[in-house]
C-alpha cells in the first residue's frame, strides 16, 4: 500500500492554549502558504521584470501575510 506524506507542522511553547502546543494551525498555514505561493510566486516574477518592489511584495505575501494568519487565527 503507498503512503501519502502528510505535512505535519508543531508549534510548541506558545500560550495560545492550555497545552501549549498548537498542530492544526501551523499545518492549516503551510497548506496555505502553499496554496498561495503556487499562485503569486509566478505572477510576481512576471511582475518584477518591469517593476522590482512589486514583483518583490507579491512573492513575499505567501510567507509574510498569509502563512501567519492562518497559523495564528486557529488556537489549537
Do not use: Q, Y
Given at each position: ?51 522590482h ?24
Amino acid at each position: 500500500m503507498a503512503c501519502i506524506p502528510i505535512p505535519l507542522c508543531i508549534e510548541c511553547g506558545n500560550t495560545d492554549n492550555p497545552c501549549r502546543c498548537k498542530i492544526i494551525g501551523p499545518t492549516l498555514g503551510f497548506v496555505g502558504f502553499v496554496v498561495a505561493a503556487v499562485i503569486e510566486w509566478p505572477i510576481g516574477a512576471a511582475v518584477w521584470c518591469c517593476n522590482h518592489k512589486k514583483g518583490e511584495r507579491i512573492m513575499s505575501h505567501p510567507a509574510m501575510v498569509v502563512r501567519p494568519s492562518i497559523s495564528n487565527c486557529i488556537p489549537f
